[in-house]
């Protein structure tokens, strides 16, 4: 074949490819200008390649470099129609960027719910004066239980009611029955922890995730969030933990709120009260409270004769749903953006 001929049906090959490449409105059609021209198989490009050998020897170098640079030329056309398509058919070069045309403004993430009411509660709490301590969701038995006056029969250590750990160290331990480990089921494990390193007074709170197998419902989740808070010192009592939690209730609902006390129980206080807040209608329950036993005191080495301690524990999804009318505890873990963006 003659080099001229050659290169005439190369030419028009390029003036066929690069119409078809520009013309192209969607990924579909622009991928099947791609198969006709550049496909490895039986692209028209690579028929004429095969032309290629038909080609007299002496012209051969000539024909070869011209083929090259078509090949690169339509391949330089095949990306820019890619980018044109996914920019949404605009064609963005350094030289045609206009500065002056508005920008498409980012959607922008924010902070979820139960963290803004964690950041939210944290500062007030820390106008009252109670610094941020921080406790393991994988925590030991003696933090979660022992230290918290809960022995080894009690209920509440019930396989059903907790998520224990199948570490190496309980296969393999002496107690089958009693692992070591565990995903903390309150944050009152933290009041220990601070308590086993520090003196009195003690003034702090932990916000963070608890985990119970409950079933999920509109109140329950098996993973949420709780704020402890612990007041060690001389002379503390009922009355300080009632205004301590009013103030708290007040600042957040930014409204009279009312807070009443049930007798309850917990082992590690006593006396012990379930606390409800009123605030705009119902009664609703908030978590627990009283004064930490004195067993809890003796077992990190404190004198119950010298100090004495107020403690509470909240769930903190239940307090965000009240503020925000939230009537159904799922919500906040579906990851619906149309819910998140609420808030
Ligand atoms: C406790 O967890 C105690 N540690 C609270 C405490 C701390 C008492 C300090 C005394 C001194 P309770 O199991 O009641 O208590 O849980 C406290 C709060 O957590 C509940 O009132 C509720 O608001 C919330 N809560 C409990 N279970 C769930 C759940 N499955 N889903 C969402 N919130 C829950």
């Known amino acids: 074949m003659a080099l ?5 049906t190369l030419d028009e090959l390029a003036k066929q490819a690069t119409a078809q490449f520009e013309a192209a409105a969607d990924a579909v059609s622009l991928e099947a200008a791609r198969v006709e021209f550049l496909g490895a198989k039986s692209g028209r490009l690579k028929d004429v390649q095969k032309g290629l050998g038909q080609v007299d020897k002496a012209d051969k170098p000539a024909a070869g470099k011209r083929f090259n640079e078509v090949k690169q030329q339509l391949e330089t056309l095949f990306s820019a129609a890619t980018k044109r398509i996914a920019n949404g058919g605009c064609v963005e070069t350094a030289s045609d960027f ?3 045309i508005p920008g498409k403004r980012p959607v922008l993430g924010h902070l979820h719910p139960i963290t803004q009411t964690i950041e939210e509660l944290v500062d007030i709490m820390g106008r009252l004066g109670f610094t941020v301590a921080e406790g393991p969701e994988i925590e030991d038995l003696w933090h979660n239980f022992d230290a918290l006056n809960i022995p080894l029969e ?8 907790n998520f224990y750990l199948a570490t190496a160290e309980t296969m393999s331990g002496q107690n089958k029955t009693e692992p070591k480990w565990m995903l903390r089921s309150q944050t009152s494990t933290v009041q220990i922890r601070v308590m086993e390193k520090t003196q009195p007074p003690v003034r702090i709170i932990s916000l963070g995730r608890v985990y119970r197998p409950d079933t999920a419902d509109a109140t329950h989740y098996p993973m949420f969030h709780q704020i402890e808070g612990l007041l060690i010192d001389r002379h503390v009592t009922m009355a300080d933990l ?8 007040e600042s957040f609902f930014e409204d009279d709120v009312h807070v009443r006390f049930r007798p309850s129980f917990f082992p590690f206080t006593e006396p012990s009260v379930e606390v409800d807040m009123s605030w705009a ?9 009283g004064m930490v036993d ?11 004769e010298e100090v004495s301690g107020l403690a509470f524990g909240l769930g903190i999804e239940r307090i965000c749903m009240r503020r925000h009318g939230i009537t159904d505890i799922r919500e906040f873990y579906k990851n619906d953006v149309r819910f998140l963006h609420q808030f």
């Open 4 to 8: 001229a001929e050659f290169l005439n």
């Open 98 to 100: 206009d500065p002056t």
């Open 154 to 161: 009690h209920p509440a250590r019930d396989p059903l009611d």
């Open 242 to 249: 009632k205004s301590i939690l009013r103030l708290f209730a």
């Open 281 to 289: 209608g119902d009664w609703i329950e908030f978590g627990g409270a």
């Open 294 to 304: 004195p067993n809890v005191l003796r077992a990190v080495g404190y004198d119950p």
